[in-house]
């Protein structure tokens, strides 16, 4: 059980982690200007929409580089939160018990 377990942490780290880095990578790309035609960014920019849990355009702001670090920022925020919680949790389930009920 404990392998199983080990195994889904490292799974939804993974997953989790992925998802963060592709929204660091988008803000990273608008901030300092890349071009948006430009195939990479196009690709990011397609790939960092999806795991935005909604959160996108949360907050209207009036300067458009600052909206896109919230509306990405906040998002792959929440996604290493969630990812560090759902490992522990299953870290918890993983730990041996002892024999005394």
Do not use: C, E, K
């Not at 909206?67 to 918890?92: E, T």
């Amino acid at each position: 059980m404990r392998g199983v377990l080990g195994l889904l942490g490292g799974l939804v780290r993974l997953v989790t982690g992925l998802f963060a880095t592709v929204l660091v990578l988008h803000i990273v790309l608008v901030v300092l200007g890349a071009n948006p035609a430009n195939g990479i960014a196009r690709t990011i920019a397609a790939l960092a929409d999806a795991p935005t849990l909604g959160l996108r355009d949360l907050f209207l702001l009036g300067n458009p580089t600052l909206q896109v670090i919230v509306s990405y920022g906040l998002p792959a925020v929440v996604w290493v939160a969630v990812g560090a919680v759902v490992v522990g949790i299953l870290r918890l389930l993983g730990r041996p018990r002892s024999g005394l009920a």
